[in-house]
């Protein structure tokens, strides 16, 4: 089976973390080097209002060590209460040994001494690479359920759309999220960057809640309204993707959600079997935390590969 040229957008997730340390300036410059289209990643903002690149609102114990050189032993503060200064003083090169991240991801190189990138880095790291065309596909990492971690919603897309806009990066850039809130404030403030509806009916997460009343993260829409059809759902908040985990993807909710004029681009696809049947399903993207596997996938199957391009 081969499909179109250009027809597959390749993401690597946090920069490809199963290859190295997530959402770090080597794991982007890595994931460049090997050709990705698209660099997956999460924001946070300190408290000095700078945006940087984590996907945790809080420091991570299995990936962080203080300035001392020791593993953070609980979570550390959020991250919106340092400073970027205050930030730049942890180390997040590293898994912490012995931890199930550790063992889930044990192919991962370390990079010691590595910080906290902010995202105005990452642009400026893809422009070394000699890259013009790769995309950034953002998610603001806000909670309904944690509000005091974060800047409220509308502060917090607000000064995203800035760091965006500063780095003319606006045609290049898709912003998404769990947090609706966030993509609407985007929709209204930013109308040229495309917006991303991130969803899962799981255990480990569940923002649709189609059984309760209401859900907290979908800026008031209810599934029920749409027949509890998650794409029409998405169509009506304003999107231009729709991004399922990619176990609750069929042929059909594919087929549905691009009838509407939706992309399709799902999360998070490790195994070979499991991105084969992505591609064959219909879908316009994967993320992926292996995007080394997923090109060797794509290649096989006769499609075309974004350029790779080293960081001078």
Request: hydrophobic content about 40%; proline content about 7%; some cysteine.
């Amino acid at each position: 089976m081969a499909r179109s040229a250009h027809s597959l957008d390749l993401q690597g997730h946090r920069g490809g973390r199963g290859l190295m340390p997530e959402n770090t300036l080597p794991a982007f410059a890595h994931a460049l080097a090997l050709g990705v289209t698209t660099l997956e990643l999460d924001c946070a903002i300190t408290r000095d209002g700078v945006v940087v690149v984590s996907h945790d609102a809080v420091l991570n114990p299995d990936i962080t060590r203080g300035p001392d050189g020791t593993w953070l032993k609980e979570e550390g503060p959020p991250i919106g209460h340092l400073t970027y200064d205050e930030l730049r003083r942890y180390d997040v090169g590293r898994i912490r040994p012995g931890s199930a991240y550790a063992t889930r991801f044990s192919r991962q190189r370390p990079v010691d001494g590595t910080r906290v990138p902010r995202l105005a880095d990452v642009f400026a790291l893809a422009r070394r690479a000699g890259n013009e065309t790769v995309r950034f596909n953002i998610e603001t990492k806000v909670s309904p359920l944690h509000p005091g971690r974060t800047l409220a919603p509308e502060a917090f897309a607000r000064t995203l759309i800035e760091v965006v806009r500063a780095g003319n990066m606006q045609q290049r850039v898709t912003i998404q999220s769990f947090d609706w809130r966030t993509l609407k404030v985007v929709q209204q403030e930013a109308p040229e960057i495309p917006t991303a509806y991130l969803t899962a009916q799981q255990d480990f997460m569940d923002n649709i809640l189609a059984g309760q009343a209401e859900s907290p993260w979908t800026a008031g829409l209810r599934v029920r309204s749409f027949a509890d059809s998650i794409p029409r759902m998405v169509k009506a908040a304003g999107g231009a993707v729709w991004s399922p985990y990619y176990g609750e993807v069929t042929r059909e909710n594919v087929r549905e959600a691009q009838s509407l004029g939706l992309k399709v681009v799902v999360w998070t696809v490790n195994a070979e079997k499991d991105m084969r049947r992505m591609i064959d399903v219909g879908v316009d993207g994967i993320i992926s935390d292996y995007p080394d596997r997923l090109r060797r996938v794509a290649a096989r199957l006769g499609m075309e590969l974004p350029p790779v391009t080293p960081v001078r």
